[in-house]
């Protein structure tokens, strides 16, 4: 059972450094000339997040968390297309 | 035993996800131009997602259904994992699709290699212009 | 050790916020103001409480972005200011 304790850390670890590649991401967004490189950089961060909830569902060992995944990915999609289509 | 070859293989495919979501990353923030970078983001993060979500997979199979006995359970969270993979994979292409269709229309020319040089300059003011002064209503 | 996880959150939710204000083109910033949202769901869910993280997903991201972005249709997409 010792392999799973640190399992649970290399999770962790594995979200923080998805969460710095979303900072990084940010930037680009803030940073970027026009509007589009900005849906794209909410559109990355979206996919980000997908995996950071399911990474901290099971960091907490409870899988209801995937529900929210779901809906983060359809609500990512929509974003994008409302977002597009102004 | 058994539990560690589990182990090894999710450590491996999740550092794998994630060395592709990480090259997405930093293609998104360096590439010149906004095509350039859209390609960046819409594979490697797809993919990247994939791996990552397929790695979480195998350990929640291997560790709830086989280890502790309950597989019925771990049939229930892998599905709804497979679910999300599936929809990613149908969802991204398109809303890439989409971006690029928007501001092909807008009138955003790719960048090109012949102006290498004071690219940064009217890059960023034509860009500028066209997107945030220019027609887009 | 979760906290780690927690201070990052935290830091791109301000720096998200800072973003949103300082941006001059309005659908950016109501972009920006989505992907805060997005990050917000993600501490309340990271704080074991499923049902606020959900209905901030469902509403963060889902209603308030495609609102702020009927009203942009409407009225002038860029600030004067």
Same mark, same amino acid.
């Given at each position: 059972?010792?392999?799973?304790?640190?399992?649970?850390?290399?999770?962790?670890?594995?979200?923080?450094?998805?969460?710095?590649?979303?900072?990084?991401? *940010?930037?680009?967004? &803030?940073? !970027?000339?026009?509007? =589009?490189?900005? @849906?794209?950089? #909410?559109?990355? %961060?979206?996919?980000?997040?997908?995996?950071?909830?399911? *990474?901290?569902?099971? &960091?907490? !060992?409870?899988?209801? =968390?995937?529900? @929210?995944?779901? #809906?983060?990915? %359809?609500?990512?999609?929509?974003?994008?297309?409302?977002?597009?289509?102004? | 035993?058994?539990?560690?070859?589990?182990?090894?293989?999710?450590?491996?495919?999740?550092?794998?996800?994630?060395?592709?979501?990480?090259?997405?990353?930093?293609?998104?923030?360096?590439?010149?131009?906004?095509?350039?970078?859209?390609?960046?983001?819409?594979?490697?993060?797809?993919?990247?997602?994939?791996?990552?979500?397929?790695?979480?997979?195998?350990?929640?199979?291997?560790?709830?259904?086989?280890?502790?006995?309950?597989?019925?359970?771990?049939?229930?969270?892998?599905?709804?994992?497979?679910?999300?993979?599936?929809?990613?994979?149908?969802?991204?292409?398109?809303?890439?699709?989409?971006?690029?269709?928007?501001?092909?229309?807008?009138?955003?020319?790719?960048?090109?290699?012949?102006?290498?040089?004071?690219?940064?300059?009217?890059?960023?003011?034509?860009?500028?212009?066209?997107?945030?002064?220019?027609?887009?209503? | 050790?979760?906290?780690?996880?927690?201070?990052?959150?935290?830091?791109?939710?301000?720096?998200?916020?800072?973003?949103?204000?300082?941006?001059?083109?309005?659908?950016?910033?109501?972009?920006?103001?989505?992907?805060?949202?997005?990050?917000?769901?993600?501490?309340?869910?990271?704080?074991?409480?499923?049902?606020?993280?959900?209905?901030?997903?469902?509403?963060?991201?889902?209603?308030?972005?495609?609102?702020?972005?009927?009203?942009?249709?409407?009225?002038?997409?860029?600030?004067?200011?």
């Amino acid at each position: 059972m010792v392999g799973i304790i640190q399992m649970q850390d290399i999770f962790l670890s594995v979200a923080v450094i998805i969460v710095i590649a979303s900072f990084v991401s *940010l930037y680009r967004g &803030i940073e !970027g000339p026009g509007i =589009f490189n900005r @849906i794209i950089a #909410v559109n990355v %961060i979206g996919t980000k997040t997908i995996v950071l909830l399911v *990474l901290i569902g099971f &960091i907490y !060992g409870r899988p209801d =968390f995937f529900d @929210i995944a779901l #809906v983060y990915a %359809i609500l990512n999609f929509i974003m994008t297309i409302a977002a597009t289509r102004y | 035993m058994f539990d560690s070859i589990i182990n090894i293989i999710v450590v491996l495919l999740l550092l794998i996800g994630l060395f592709f979501m990480l090259a997405g990353t930093i293609g998104f923030v360096r590439f010149p131009d906004f095509y350039s970078r859209m390609h960046a983001t819409g594979k490697c993060d797809t993919l990247g997602e994939g791996l990552m979500l397929f790695a979480l997979i195998i350990y929640e199979t291997g560790y709830e259904g086989l280890f502790k006995g309950d597989l019925q359970h771990a049939l229930f969270v892998s599905i709804k994992i497979i679910l999300l993979i599936l929809f990613i994979l149908l969802a991204n292409p398109t809303s890439t699709h989409a971006i690029a269709k928007a501001a092909h229309d807008v009138g955003l020319q790719p960048w090109k290699k012949t102006d290498e040089t004071q690219w940064i300059y009217d890059q960023d003011s034509e860009t500028d212009k066209i997107i945030n002064g220019g027609e887009l209503k | 050790m979760i906290w780690i996880l927690d201070i990052t959150l935290l830091l791109f939710l301000v720096v998200c916020a800072i973003a949103a204000i300082s941006i001059k083109d309005l659908l950016s910033a109501v972009i920006i103001l989505s992907a805060y949202s997005l990050i917000m769901a993600i501490v309340w869910v990271e704080m074991q409480s499923v049902d606020v993280g959900f209905t901030e997903a469902a509403v963060g991201a889902g209603i308030t972005t495609v609102l702020f972005i009927a009203t942009l249709a409407r009225t002038e997409g860029r600030s004067e200011d």
